[in-house]
């Protein structure tokens, strides 16, 4: 079974808008990690944030943490026509990681 | 530093046939894990082996097992294929299962 869930499904946005994208999931976690995937092929690791972390950045990438409410935030900046992708939060708990469905990132010329 | 390899790219097999996929990690990773991934959902968790011994196994029949070589490679069979095993299988390496886990491209799978 999945632990996280992206929320939207999907999102289509104009190229230099911000895109945001949430995650929730329902067990304690060690840490949560962020991933892009490209036409179905492997997934690119993109920020890792812990448990005991409420906010993280990376370039254009901004990552918050809430763990009272068990719930991520992903915010990407000024996109780009590269940024078209999916999008994956997954939890860690213990040795393995639990992906949800992800969320579908348009980004339109 | 190369990044994680995995082989074959694609692979087209029969119902009831094995299939035999592998995995070489980044220098210096101990950890490695197996997912399935079906079209249009995230990836499942299969195995993951560290210092090769087995650390966890996720809901797959038995006809799925794995091993982890000296050198920290990986395989994952599949035995008695069937339809329903057709997806993308990724392998994923770290350098304890607590850090960031970086993919390889993956084996495409169909199984007819």
């Known amino acids: 079974s999945q632990q996280g869930e992206e929320d939207p499904q999907a999102l289509s946005i104009q190229e230099g808008e911000n895109a945001t994208m949430n995650c929730s999931y329902k067990?304690?976690?060690?840490?949560l990690q962020w991933y892009r995937q490209n036409s179905g092929r492997g997934l690119v690791h993109l920020i890792l944030i812990r448990s005991n972390e409420r906010e993280k950045h990376s370039g254009r990438l901004r990552v918050t943490l809430d763990t009272s409410k068990k719930s991520s935030s992903l915010l990407i900046t000024a996109s780009r026509a590269a940024d078209t992708a999916s999008y994956f939060c997954?939890?860690?708990?213990?040795?393995?990681?639990?992906f949800g469905a992800g969320t579908t990132v348009t980004v339109r010329a | 530093d190369a990044g994680v390899t995995q082989s074959p790219t694609h692979l087209i097999k029969t119902r009831g046939q094995q299939v035999t996929l592998r995995c070489s990690p980044i220098s210096g990773h101990k950890s490695v894990s197996w997912y399935q991934q079906v079209l249009g959902q995230g990836p499942q968790f299969i195995f993951q082996y560290y210092e090769k011994e087995e650390r966890g196994r996720g809901n797959f029949p038995d006809r799925f097992s794995a091993r982890q070589f000296p050198n920290y490679s990986s395989e994952l069979n599949v035995n008695a294929l069937l339809l329903g095993d057709s997806a993308l299988y990724l392998c994923?390496?770290?350098?304890?299962?607590?850090?960031?886990?970086?993919f390889g491209p993956g084996t495409r799978l169909t199984v007819l």
């Open positions: 067990t304690s976690i060690n840490n």
């Open positions: 997954a939890t860690d708990n213990d040795y393995k990681l639990s």
């Open positions: 994923a390496t770290g350098q304890s299962s607590y850090n960031e886990q970086f």
